[in-house]
């Protein structure tokens, strides 16, 4: 007889288009010296999880050029397994980052017609051969194109068929798509969703804002109204980011509140994939829902109080830096 192969298992998979951000640290139309970075909302959460310990595969497509050289080369450094394919006849995306003022910052896209919108149900279906124990997926992706579109209702279909946590992040991108586009393609996802993630102003791209929403100060009325009815579809958790005013979990058990941990703020770019990999973190290590803010919470901190995407994102070990060490002191 022979053996059963054991299937491969991997914490947690990803997909979506990573891009090459140049940034600058002013005004883009007075010039100056840009600097190279990945960015990505599903490749820095694949980071942030793999910094702290986790095993994460990262799948999507780039260009066979320097920029997607450069990208599948920093994953790789991070300890992101990769399963991506190269296509010879698009580019890798680009994006501008402009830091216009202290509290103002503007991207600009390249990335119509990428290689990373030209990912597909086959890519996807690869990469579920890892066998993940976490799907997060993003609407970032589904407003690409077409293709990525239906690689990301297949990924979600067919993972929660597999009885694999799908989490989808809503992670709305106005210039992607309207909200109205966004809504008919996100609604149907969260069926298939264990966990949804959204910014306050994003519940309402995945569940029915009750009449009236938008002229009523009765915030909270509003967001339980929506969360019932995501609960009701069986999202086991409904996830709320509040950026400075930390972040809320729903569940059939009740609610859960997080402030953020206070610190100095540098760079805010990055800062909700960052709670998500911290929150996803404490998903991974079983710990129950207000260990799962708690971590959400500092890995957040730790992004906005470092510039970039992901580079200032924790180690496991760095986790106790924040909210242990007074502010501006030196470890010696």
């Not at 991070?78 to 216009?100: C, I, K, S, W, Y």
């Not at 009740?254 to 996803?280: E, K, Q």
Request: aromatic share 4%; hydrophobic share 40%; proline share 4%.
């Amino acid at each position: 007889m022979t053996a059963a192969v054991a299937r491969p298992t991997v914490d947690l998979l990803t997909f979506g288009e990573s891009m090459v951000s140049l940034r600058s640290a002013g005004p883009l139309s007075a010039g100056g010296a840009l600097t190279m970075h990945v960015a990505g909302a599903e490749s820095n959460v694949a980071v942030g999880v793999a910094r702290l310990g986790h095993s994460v595969s990262w799948a999507g497509v780039v260009g066979a050029d320097p920029h997607g050289e450069f990208i599948l080369r920093q994953l790789r450094a991070e300890g992101v397994g990769l399963q991506h394919r190269e296509d010879p006849a698009r580019r890798t995306g680009v994006m501008f980052l402009e830091q216009r003022t202290a509290d103002v910052t503007r991207a600009f896209y390249y990335r119509s017609g990428s290689a990373g919108s030209t990912l597909c149900p086959e890519d996807v279906d690869r990469a579920l051969q890892a066998g993940p124990r976490v799907l997060h997926l993003t609407g970032i992706t589904a407003a690409l194109s077409h293709e990525s579109r239906k690689a990301v209702e297949y990924a979600a279909e067919q993972a929660a068929g597999d009885r694999v946590v799908v989490s989808l992040d809503v992670n709305y991108r106005s210039k992607l798509w309207s909200r109205e586009e966004a809504r008919k393609v996100l609604t149907p996802l969260v069926r298939h969703a264990s966990i949804v993630i959204a910014s306050d102003d994003e519940l309402g791209l995945v569940a029915t804002a009750p009449a009236g929403a938008d002229d009523t100060d009765d915030t909270d009325t509003s967001e339980l109204a929506m969360v019932t009815e995501l609960l009701g579809l069986g999202v086991r958790e409904v996830v709320v980011k509040r950026g400075a005013a930390g972040a809320s979990v729903h569940t059939p058990d009740g609610r859960w509140d997080a402030p953020a941990v206070p610190v100095t703020s540098i760079d805010t770019v990055g800062a909700g994939d960052a709670f998500t990999a911290g929150y996803l973190s404490g998903v991974l290590d079983g710990a129950d829902v207000p260990g799962r803010l708690q971590r959400g919470a500092l890995t957040g901190a730790f992004a906005v109080s470092t510039a970039g995407d992901w580079e200032g994102l924790p180690a496991r070990a760095e986790l106790a830096l924040l909210g242990t060490t007074p502010g501006g002191t030196t470890q010696r």
